[in-house]
């Protein structure tokens, strides 16, 4: 697609009925699975049934980020279209890595990412990007509001003392 073609992240937000989100830039659910996984099927930390699956888009523009957190669920970025998106990944195992997900195969980049269950993480677009990333996310289970949790940039820093400067920076 060439540059002038591309839609603007406005032009992106109406069409897709992206809004807000605390966490995630901006967000549209696209699919909730209609099956439910029984609470007693899924581990303990699940304190009610969960969809198969759920999936949504989401766009990062400079003044909208992802936010520092982790959910329950493995998650599966797919990027679609604009800039690459850099995401800080802080494993449960204390070890952490930075990747960038994006279209430009031969740096190295991919066009999707996985990011495993209860993994803290955040992302912005590189630096120097003016404009945006569109994503999206599919999750299994699928994930409910209390899968989320923010995390507490002083404290991660203090628990991945080697990756302080880099938790602080893409906590902006």
Not at 4 to 13: D, L, Q, S, V, Y
Not at 53 to 72: E, G, K, N, Q, W
Not at 132 to 159: N, R
Request: glycine share 8%.
């Amino acid at each position: 697609m060439k540059p002038e073609t591309r839609p603007t992240a406005n032009e992106i937000k109406s069409m897709l009925g992206l809004e807000r989100h605390p966490t995630c830039g901006f967000v549209a659910e696209t699919y909730r699975s209609s099956l439910r996984i029984p609470e007693g099927a899924l581990p303990h930390a699940y304190e009610s049934a969960r969809p198969y699956a759920s999936a949504l888009y989401f766009l990062v523009t400079p003044d909208a980020r992802i936010v520092m957190h982790r959910i329950r669920s493995d998650q599966l970025y797919h990027h679609y279209l604009g800039d690459p998106l850099e995401v800080l990944m802080l494993y449960p195992d204390g070890s952490g890595a930075v990747a960038t997900v994006g279209p430009d195969l031969r740096s190295g980049m991919r066009p999707q990412l996985l990011v495993p269950a209860n993994t803290f993480h955040a992302s912005h677009l590189l630096p120097g990007a003016a404009g945006y990333a569109l994503l999206a996310s599919t999750e299994w289970p699928g994930v409910e509001p209390p899968d989320v949790e923010q995390g507490d940039i002083d404290a991660l820093a203090g628990a991945y003392p080697g990756l302080r400067e880099e938790i602080r920076a893409f906590a902006g």
